[in-house]
C-alpha cells in the first residue's frame, strides 16, 4: 500500500463549481499534513497546511480525519485558474510524501 | 532572484553516460533534497542533506551520488546513465523542523533529464 493515495483524476469541472479531493495516508503516526499545487511543467508549491480542526484559505477548505487517516481538499468558485494538479503531502520520519496528485480541470 | 535555482533545465544525453545537476539556495535554509519526478508524476525523495550532512538516503542506485559542498548548494551527480534515469528532478530546500507543522519545501524548477 502506497503512504499517500489520491485519486489521480482528471475532475473536469465548470467555473463557479465546487470540486473536494481525498487524499489517504498509512501511516497513523504521521503529524503534519499539506496540499501543494503544481502546474503543468512546473515545481510544486504550498497551497495550504491541514491542521486538526480543519482550516480555510479564502476558496479552500482543508479538513483531516485523524481517526480515518484521511485527509479532503475542498474548492469553492471555481476559477480556470485553479486548473493543476494538487497534491497531498504527508510529513513521516525526517521528509515529507507526496501522494501522485488529482488533476483538476476547470473549464468556461 | 531565484530562491532555489537548479541548472541545467533540460539535459538530453545517451545511455552510459555520466552528467551533474547542480542546485544553490539563497534562502537561508539548512535543509536540502533532491526529489524524482517520474513519468507518471510520482514525486519521490531521493536524498536529504542537513547543514552538508547527508540525513535521508532512500533506496536509490549508487550511480546516483549527492554532493553538498556547503549548506547552500546540493549538487547530484549520475554515473553510468539509463533509459530509467529520464525524469524531471527537482532541488528544494527547507528549514528543519521548527515547528512540526513546517511542511514548505521550496522547489527549483526542475531539471528534465532525457536519457536516450
Known amino acids: 500500500r502506497k503512504e499517500v493515495e489520491q485519486d489521480p483524476g482528471p475532475f473536469n469541472v465548470p467555473e463557479g463549481a465546487t470540486v473536494a479531493f481525498n487524499c489517504t495516508y498509512s501511516?497513523?503516526?504521521?503529524?503534519?499534513f499539506f496540499w501543494y499545487r503544481q502546474d503543468c511543467r512546473k515545481e510544486p508549491k504550498l497551497l495550504m497546511s491541514v491542521y486538526s480542526s480543519g482550516n480555510e484559505d479564502g476558496r479552500f477548505t482543508a479538513q483531516l480525519n485523524r481517526a480515518s487517516q484521511y485527509i479532503s481538499l475542498l474548492i469553492r468558485d471555481s476559477k480556470l485558474s485553479d486548473s493543476a494538479t494538487y497534491l497531498c503531502v504527508v510529513r513521516g520520519f525526517q521528509k515529507l510524501v507526496f501522494g501522485t496528485g488529482t488533476r483538476l480541470l476547470v473549464s468556461p | 532572484d531565484t530562491a532555489v535555482s537548479q541548472t541545467p533545465k533540460y539535459l538530453v544525453t545517451q545511455m552510459g553516460n555520466d552528467k551533474s545537476i547542480k542546485c544553490e539556495q539563497n534562502?537561508?535554509?539548512?535543509?536540502m533534497y533532491w526529489y524524482k519526478q517520474d513519468s507518471k508524476k510520482f514525486l519521490k525523495i531521493m536524498f536529504s542533506?542537513?547543514?552538508?550532512?547527508?540525513?535521508i538516503n532512500e533506496t536509490v542506485p549508487n550511480r546516483f551520488s549527492p554532493k553538498s559542498p556547503d549548506k547552500a548548494h546540493l549538487n547530484l551527480h549520475i554515473n553510468s546513465l539509463e533509459l530509467g534515469d529520464s525524469a524531471v528532478y527537482f532541488c528544494?530546500?527547507?528549514?528543519?523542523?521548527?515547528?512540526?507543522?513546517?511542511?514548505?519545501?521550496?522547489f527549483g524548477e526542475g531539471s528534465r533529464l532525457t536519457v536516450l
Open positions: 542533506y542537513n547543514n552538508k550532512e547527508l540525513i
Open positions: 534562502l537561508g535554509h539548512d535543509t
Open positions: 501511516n497513523s503516526a504521521s503529524q503534519s
Open positions: 528544494a530546500s527547507s528549514h528543519r523542523g521548527t515547528s512540526k507543522n513546517t511542511g514548505e519545501l521550496f
